[in-house]
């Protein structure tokens, strides 16, 4: 085989692990079957599992037990999705997507069109879809350059970040102040006046050295600088930057800032190691426009006996403006939507309701789902669980889990359904940018364990994970009443 043929094929492998980690987990966990099926293609031993979860239980149930009732179901749905008709379905719907709509700027007409995109293609698959409306930031790059000029002439790469202000029309020329880290910074702030800072701080992991993309900017001019170069928050590179949100602090003059490669920003560290002048011409055509109308996806399965309770599922439809954000995260948004479909597609309704949202704007600030959150949490009681794949559809090794220690247990037993799957580890800290709000708050969060980026997990920023204890009821023993 090709290797391109090897890539598409193990993608298409772990996009439908993925998707099947969100489906099992979220129904597993409600324990809902419906008796009233939508369709007549189900399975014999389904008949059973739905007369069983129409029993009332009177009080707490054997949490082993109860959940080990689902076992049948859970290897149905495992073949429906692994082997059946819906074997690389979340892949194909992925590949169409990206390859007809493309990048998906907040603001953008393109994003607009993914959304119309996902809306229609989520009624026609037989669900119930609706549209929040939502205002968002409207950020253009326009064009962008950079280049050294002392002590020899040399090209930079550069992206620049998400709200940067841009240069004046002739650039911003100005000599080069390289430093590994903040502390650094502050040690050399008499240096910094009039000058451009170039951030070349080491990687570390994600959490702990996206600080230095998202502040430096601020930092540097505080002091002075007239623009930033950071190295791009990554540990790889093939002369690529990497571009993402940077955030201005009020009170602070607003100067430009972008990415450069890893291999420039360690050029520059060497030349100044050694006492070479740097000197660098920065031009970027940025601009921020008034904020734009967008719209929050949702789409739902009802629950037929407490339709008011939620477990929902998540991804973000926006994207970046330099790829096609197959990744990040259109692969999440597909692995949602892919878990109504397989429920949809097995004839099954839960007791309560499943919803897929499709977040908008998330890369400016998760705004889509700040503004959700805000229409919602008056009704935040009925949300039992929420979840978001926005990590890339990498190999799924288990689950992260932020709840109370009853919801805990209720987890442990829902991984071991996993198993046909090999994706049984569960570890604490749940997480996820845009249900953040909803983890403050106590909603149980559940997310996947990925294997290519689990060491950088461990090591997040108290900035971009979240975790909260959770104070109500164990999800799914809902109320006073101890009803399933």
């Not at 990040?328 to 892919?338: C, K, L, P, T």
């Not at 149980?444 to 060491?455: D, K, L, N, Y």
Request: charge should be negative; include cysteine; glycine fraction near 8%.
């Amino acid at each position: 085989l090709e290797t391109s043929t090897i890539t598409t094929s193990r993608m298409t492998l772990e996009v439908r692990l993925n998707c099947l980690l969100a489906v099992l987990t979220s129904l597993l966990l409600s324990l809902v079957i419906d008796s009233h099926p939508l369709s007549e293609r189900i399975f014999s031993s389904i008949a059973a599992i739905r007369a069983a979860s129409n029993e009332t239980i009177k009080k707490a149930p054997d949490i082993a037990a109860e959940v080990g009732r689902y076992a049948d179901l859970a290897k149905h749905i495992i073949e429906l999705a692994v082997f059946g008709a819906a074997q690389n379905r979340s892949y194909r719907r992925l590949a169409d997507f990206a390859d007809t709509v493309g990048n998906r700027v907040s603001g953008s007409q393109n994003l607009e069109m993914a959304i119309k995109y996902m809306h229609n293609a989520m009624t026609q698959d037989g669900l119930d879809v609706h549209l929040e409306p939502v205002k968002i930031p409207h950020w253009v790059r326009g064009q962008e350059s950079a280049e050294m000029i002392m002590p020899r002439a040399k090209s930079l790469a550069i992206l620049g970040l998400g709200s940067s202000v841009g240069t004046p029309p002739e650039g911003v020329k100005a000599e080069v102040l390289v430093v590994q880290s903040f502390e650094e910074l502050k040690r050399r702030a008499s240096e910094a006046a009039g000058r451009i800072v170039v951030f070349n701080q080491p990687f570390i992991s994600y959490g702990e050295t996206v600080s230095y993309r998202a502040f430096g900017a601020s930092e540097a001019a505080r002091l002075g600088a007239v623009a930033t170069l950071i190295r791009s928050v990554t540990p790889f590179s093939i002369n690529s930057p990497h571009t993402g949100s940077q955030t201005y602090q009020e009170g602070v003059k607003r100067i430009p800032t972008a990415c450069i490669t890893v291999e420039d920003a360690e050029l520059m560290w060497r030349l100044a190691q050694n006492k070479q002048k740097i000197v660098v011409r920065l031009i970027m055509g940025a601009q921020t426009l008034p904020d734009a109308d967008s719209f929050n996806t949702v789409a739902e399965i009802r629950g037929w006996q407490h339709p008011e309770q939620v477990v929902l599922l998540s991804g973000h439809l926006d994207s970046w403006d330099v790829g096609q954000g197959a990744m990040d995260d259109g692969g999440g948004a597909m692995i949602s939507w892919e878990a109504l479909s397989l429920i949809k597609d097995l004839g099954l309704r839960p007791r309560r309701t499943l919803r897929a949202v499709l977040w908008t704007a998330e890369e400016q600030g998760s705004v889509g789902a700040q503004q959700y959150f805000s229409l919602h949490k008056d009704n935040i009681s009925n949300f039992d669980l929420v979840m978001e794949s926005d990590l890339g559809t990498f190999t799924p090794m288990g689950l992260q889990f932020t709840g109370s220690d009853a919801a805990g247990k209720v987890m442990e037993e829902v991984v071991k359904l996993l198993a046909p799957i090999n994706t049984t580890k569960l570890e604490t800290g749940g997480e996820g940018t845009d249900i953040s709000l909803w983890m403050q708050a106590g909603v149980p969060a559940p997310s996947q364990t990925i294997r290519e980026s689990r060491s950088q997990l461990k090591k997040r920023g108290r900035s971009w994970v979240l975790t909260a204890s959770v104070s109500h009821t164990v999800f799914p023993y809902h109320g006073a009443d101890g009803q399933a």
